[in-house]
């Protein structure tokens, strides 16, 4: 067992004082390439990061499963509610109870209630349990720690209520836990990557057909590290800035005449103008891009890898305008280090950039990028270095 499934695996025997008859965690992701083309029914490459959200299910027991502080906790925050509860949650990092009932609060609890809500809309039975999680995804910073929890709890339900829901069901799932319970419009890639992604590989998926190609990406036997900077930008906007862009693109996909806009081509974009045209050029040339970083890949073509993610970067940066100057300046440092690529990754306004350097070369960019961000007044970054991990999994 990882140690972060340990934590929750302690939390569960602290809080209910027995042990959990199934524990599950899920990690959260990177995306390689293809940025703001699951809504639009593309392609995009994420791969599953180290740091993962794990979650321990029981049922619920009677009163002497439940520890004195526990119980009274429970029992004063159910005095507030008239909602029925379905379960207890608990969450090590927080050090919080949570009832779980078919109300949002706002909180972590939105994510695991969610899954529970998508469960019973599509029938599912989901008697009483109680789960414990513990997570090391940093929060709020790109790396989909909401993917991750939703993903570890559809995983271990499905096992302990023996639901046998495939992986690419359960992700549609988390999909919709997060955009009709949770209330964030966001595409599929997350949940889809956080569930399927296999140790050592990315993972290029069709969001139209759902259909996936696990494709190895051994960075350590290229000499190669991938650099993730967390620049702490807060992504207030990111709400608003996403839906907006989603909704510019159906306006393009309309006016195009297409489904969406994985079915136009670049011929087509001189139909368009002003908004439309740069947010539907961004997709129609990041989706080429994903399948021919994808081909590079599998000829282990790193250069033309990063050619492609620094093409990306433009891309989100002038036409989709979604980069902030933290992640150009990242980016642009990057390219001054010589690393064979860089670009925002996740949503933008904020968040996360990657580098794609020479393994030698990585201390010096995080040094150098410190140093600048701190002239500069910007927040100070988070550096994260990784080889591309499992997915979720039940692990007991
Ligand atoms: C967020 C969303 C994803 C995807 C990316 C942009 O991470 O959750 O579905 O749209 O932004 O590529």
Known sequence: MRPIEQRAVQAYREQFLEEPAIIASAPGRVNLIGEHTDYNGGFVLPCAVEQRVAVAVGAVGHESGLNQATAST?????AFGSDAVQGVLYSADFRELCPLTGKRTGSWADYPCGV??????QGHEVPLFRATFAGDVPLGSGLSSSA????ATALALDAFFH??????????LCQQAENKFVGVNSGIMDQYASLLSQAGMALLIDCRTLEAEAV???LAAAGLTLVVCDTQVPRELSATGYNARRQTCERAAHALGVKDLRDAH????DRLSGEELKRARHVVTENARVLEAAEALRRDDFVEFGRLMYASHRSLRDDYEVSTPELNAFVDLAAQFRALGARLTGAGFGGCAIALIKSEGAQALVESVRQHFAGRGF????????QPAAGAEVVR
């Open 74 to 78: 429970l029992l004063s925050q159910l």
């Open 163 to 172: 639901l046998g829901i495939s992986g690419k069901d359960l992700a549609v």
């Open 116 to 121: 529970v809500w998508a469960l019973t809309a």
């Open 266 to 269: 670049v011929r087509d974009l």
């Open 148 to 151: 991750a929890i939703e993903a």
């Open 216 to 218: 190895p990406l051994d």
């Open 379 to 386: 927040p100070r970054p988070i550096f994260y270095t990784f």
